[in-house]
């Protein structure tokens, strides 16, 4: 499975002495080798290298997981836990591939459609002008006020 993760594109690399806090929103691939501790959201690929520690409630394309996540996580794809990874948090995706030694603590919702629809809602909305922030928010969209709670 790890040779998968390695033949992905990350253009954003956060490298292992790397901290951020706050929101990151990714057009393309990301990999984490740092630590974030907030939302992160891309339609693209993220990898959590070993080092990488994600505390953060993750809504993407694909997730790989060498290190440690902690928080919800949903995926419209596939999500692919390698044996050093571990995953602390309710998870949705589509496709759930997980290695033995791997580690998840939370509730499980894989399947065909699961977590493609709330995917897909939060990029158009990032998309379009204005702001979005996770959690209980008011997102300011093309002149539009929505208040919204993204779990």
Known sequence: MADQAQGLDFSTVIGGDV???GEVTVEKGLRIDGVVEG????????????????KAEVK???LVVEGKVTGNVVVSDRVQIEPSGQVYGDLTAGKLAVAEGATIVGKLNVGANAGKAEVEEVLLECAEPGTLRMGSSTAQLGGIEKDRTLA
């Open 60 to 62: 993407a394309g694909f």
């Open 39 to 54: 939302a992160v959201v891309t339609r693209g690929k993220i990898l959590v290298g070993k080092s990488g520690h994600l």
């Open 19 to 21: 901290r951020i806090k």
